[in-house]
């Protein structure tokens, strides 16, 4: 038995080998491989995890009322139950303790942020309810804690920033952070300051993502949730709504330069056509909000074969495309025509880009069959 296990072990060696030959990770081989349970066993496991937290909680709720009438009872049964889950999370693998962890996690989450609420003003109760956010964040040896933890401290700080009168730039912040890690998804792990943060990118990424998509969801169908809130919008000039879009824009120019730096055998020209293409994009997603983070997200997903990403970008697209054709002030014969014109502008820029591309591929074929020439 022994030998059979170090048997199938040996593949695992001989990949970790060359994975840290070019550089992609660090440290010595896993031992052995972890056997999960199928995906159905997981799931009655996490039902049950909630069910057991929901009725442990609701007993203390009601056995421990005399908490909510002292100022330091959230805090301590709060802090008492994040922590309990923490130990949860790093001692034990088990479907059913860690969906019951998460669920306590959660609840002291809500009894801290009822004591922030309860002697703090909103602008200050936001803004600790985001720092707990970030450091749970960093504490919670969990991944699905840690996609929680990314959305709701996204979530979190474009709020936060909205009642301090910046509430158009939160989304491009977010935004940022979660496109640097998705395309530093490999440089990361080379560095010592980032070695712990890069094993835990991706949950962290999409976090931050669907924050930012929900963002741009309620504003592309109208819904000015920083109104709701009750933040006050000036028109200044950092304050101003194209602030925001400035932000997106940038974020976008900043994604296909990475890309780009990635393939060295394009030319420059076409290079510069991609750049004015993106502007382009973004200057008309400023009046149709949104579109350009379908796009991103689209983008991002092909660029690594992350199909996960390509489905949510091309939902968010499609979404954000429809928020805006509903919403326009226009007669439908209008309408067709501006999704023909649309439609046409889209073809034909594609249709360039490959031309180009193909242009470029055969000069430089050509260029090398020269070359090989000459040297003989």
């Known amino acids: 038995m022994k030998q059979s296990l170090s048997n199938t072990n040996k593949p695992i060696h001989g990949l970790w080998q060359l994975l840290i030959q070019h550089q992609l990770v660090m440290g010595e081989a896993p031992e052995k491989t972890e056997i999960t349970s199928p995906w159905f066993v997981k799931l009655l496991l996490a039902i049950a995890g909630w069910f057991a937290a929901s009725f442990f909680l609701g ?3 009601l056995g421990l009322e005399f908490i909510f009438d002292e100022d330091l009872g959230p ?56 720092v707990l956010q970030l450091s749970l964040l960093f504490m919670m040896p969990n991944d699905i804690h840690r996609f929680c933890s990314a959305f709701i401290a996204g979530c979190c700080l474009m709020v936060t920033l909205a009642l301090f009168h910046l509430p158009f730039i939160g989304g491009g912040v977010v935004l940022m952070v979660a496109c640097w890690l998705l395309l530093n998804e490999f440089n990361l792990s080379k560095k010592p300051m980032f070695a712990g943060l890069s094993r835990h990118k991706r949950p962290i990424a999409y976090g931050l993502l669907l924050s930012q998509v929900l963002q741009s969801s309620l504003m592309a169908y109208q819904y000015h949730w920083y109104k709701d809130i009750g933040a006050s919008v000036s028109q200044g000039f950092y304050t101003a709504p194209w602030m ?133």
């Open 59 to 61: 007993f203390v709720a």
């Open 75 to 130: 805090y301590i049964m709060g802090a008492v139950l994040v922590l309990v889950a923490y130990v949860l999370l790093l001692k034990i693998r088990n479907e059913f303790l860690e969906h019951l962890a998460l669920a306590l996690s959660f609840c002291g989450q809500i009894l801290l942020v009822y004591g922030f609420i309860q002697h703090t003003n909103d602008d200050v109760s936001w803004l600790m309810a985001t």
């Open 244 to 376: 925001g879009n400035v932000l997106l824009a940038f974020v976008s120019l900043y994604v296909a330069q990475t890309i780009l730096s990635r393939h060295p055998e394009l030319s420059q020209k076409l290079r510069y056509w991609i750049f004015a293409v993106i502007v382009i994009i973004s200057v008309l997603s400023f009046e149709a909000p949104g579109i350009n983070v379908g796009i991103l997200l689209l983008i991002l997903g092909f660029s690594a074969s992350n199909y996960l990403l390509m489905g949510v970008g091309i939902t968010a697209l499609l979404s954000f495309i429809s928020a805006y054709y509903y919403f326009l002030h226009y007669t439908l014969f209008e309408k067709s025509i501006t999704l023909i014109v649309m439609g046409l502008v889209l073809l034909g820029i594609r249709w360039f880009l490959l031309k180009s591309s193909w242009l470029n591929g055969a000069e430089a074929s050509i260029n090398n069959v020269v070359k090989e020439s000459v040297s003989e």
